[in-house]
């Protein structure tokens, strides 16, 4: 009897140790995605046999050569970090476990150039991008167009690559300007960057992910080197309120053409204002989805990971990743990906890029689909037999008369090669 009674206490205690134990995060949990599919863990390899869904991947697809923008990469996506003004960049950099590409600073005209913070990006080898806003007050009655200028100059004399947003129109809604006057005053910045500070690409940011280059504000494709937008997964309930991937695939669609993009910056809540509770678990796995998943936007160019973005500066959720370590470690893996540049580079201006398809792909049963709607998109013959998934027809690769389709593991797609 008394065998079997410290039997029965070491069982609840080892229980107890069990329950109590932190987990560890080894993938992404089953959610939903843009077919909207369940989604197997990081670690799932699509080309097994043993698949028992079909998953859905984005395909890509060899375009003619077209011209880059400035600071455009070939292939990959800078990994930027949008973080506080007083923050020690080499100390995120040790703590993230990666280099980052560029960081981002905010300020408004007739501020002081952040020399130090310049100087800490040149330190640990990162592109500056600077977010620039109207004057706070009338700077000496001097006129706007002689303070770009000064600026412009401030910023050219350092002698490198460099982003500015200037206007974004985020929350701002031209800053009190009619879209007119908006449109003059960002050309004209543009011109005088370009002959003070020629190394420094000029980012348009949207005022919301729902936005067209027929926007009012938009000041058009010739003053524009990148588009830049927010992407925010706040939580509400018991999930997230929106998949961040499926809503920002459309705008994507619409300014990829002709622009790369430039996420500015994205946001992963785990702490909700809906319920007050925290959510790291998901907001974790949810970081490793949107990382992986972005892969897949061939001109997304650079992702600037909004850690200021806290709960006291958006009024909602908090987006914020150094103050927990969970979020932190799957950063580090999301970033991990080779596809993910941790320094600045450019390519030639003129060379040919990849397309993503406005239609999903499919793997299942081993075998990879794709959607009829693509194959018209690339002038391929349509083969007779098809498959249905989401009641749309999809070719099974093996019967399409093309070049080489295959599959990439570092990207998680199809790509279409003819």
């Given amino acids: 009897m008394k065998k079997l009674f410290f039997l029965a206490i070491l069982l609840l205690t080892l229980s107890g140790c069990i329950a109590d134990s932190p987990t ?28 028992i869904y079909p998953i859905p991947v984005s395909v890509l697809f060899q375009t003619q050569n077209v011209t880059r923008a400035l600071h455009e990469p070939l292939e990959g996506i800078h990994l930027a970090a949008w973080l506080c003004p ?88 031209g800053h009190g300007l009619i879209p007119a006057e908006y449109s003059l005053i960002y050309r004209y910045a543009r011109a005088i960057f370009m002959n003070y500070a020629p190394q420094a690409a000029f980012v348009w940011v949207a005022p919301s992910l729902d936005a ?10 010739d003053a524009v080197d990148w588009v830049g937008v927010s992407l925010f997964a706040n939580r509400g309930g018991n999930s997230f309120t929106h998949d ?20 500015f910056p994205l946001g992963i809540s785990h702490f909700s204002r809906y319920d007050h ?23 997304v160019g650079l992702v600037a990971y909004g850690d200021t973005f806290s709960v006291a500066r958006t009024g909602r959720d908090d987006f914020a990743i150094a103050v927990e370590k969970r979020l932190v470690a799957a950063y580090n893996k999301a970033a991990a990906n080779s596809h993910f540049l941790p320094a600045l580079c450019t390519s030639v201006s003129l060379a040919p890029r990849r397309a ?29 037999q098809t498959e249905q998934f989401d009641d749309r027809s999809f070719a099974c690769a093996s019967r399409i008369p093309a070049g080489r389709i295959w599959f990439c593991e570092i990207r998680q797609v199809i790509m279409v090669d003819v």
């Fill in 277 to 299: 509770a925290y959510h790291v678990e998901e907001a974790a796995a949810e970081i490793l989805r949107v990382y992986q998943a972005l892969a897949g936007f061939p001109r």
């Fill in 86 to 173: 007083d923050a020690q960049l080499r100390s995120f950099v040790a703590q993230s476990g990666h280099n980052h590409a560029a960081f981002v600073y905010e300020l408004h005209l007739c501020d002081e150039v952040p020399t130090n913070w310049i100087l800490q990006c040149m330190a640990v080898m990162a592109t500056p991008i600077f977010v620039i806003y109207p004057p706070r007050y009338v700077c000496e009655e001097t006129p706007i167009g002689e303070t770009i200028a000064t600026l412009a100059q401030s910023l050219g004399a350092f002698n490198i690559p460099m982003f500015v947003a200037f206007y974004p129109t985020t929350g701002y809604y």
């Fill in 356 to 384: 993503r398809s406005a239609h999903m792909g499919y793997f299942y049963d081993g075998k990879m689909y794709i959607d009829i709607a693509t194959l018209a998109e690339l002038n391929i013959p349509v083969p007779r």
């Fill in 244 to 263: 961040a991937i499926e809503t920002f695939a459309p705008f994507y669609h619409t300014f990829a053409p002709h622009h790369p993009i430039m996420l």
């Fill in 212 to 221: 067209t280059n027929r926007n009012p504000f938009f000041p058009g494709s």
């Fill in 24 to 51: 560890t995060i080894t993938g992404e949990p089953r959610s939903r995605t843009l077919g909207g599919q369940t989604r197997l863990g990081s670690s799932y390899d699509p080309t097994q046999e043993e698949n």
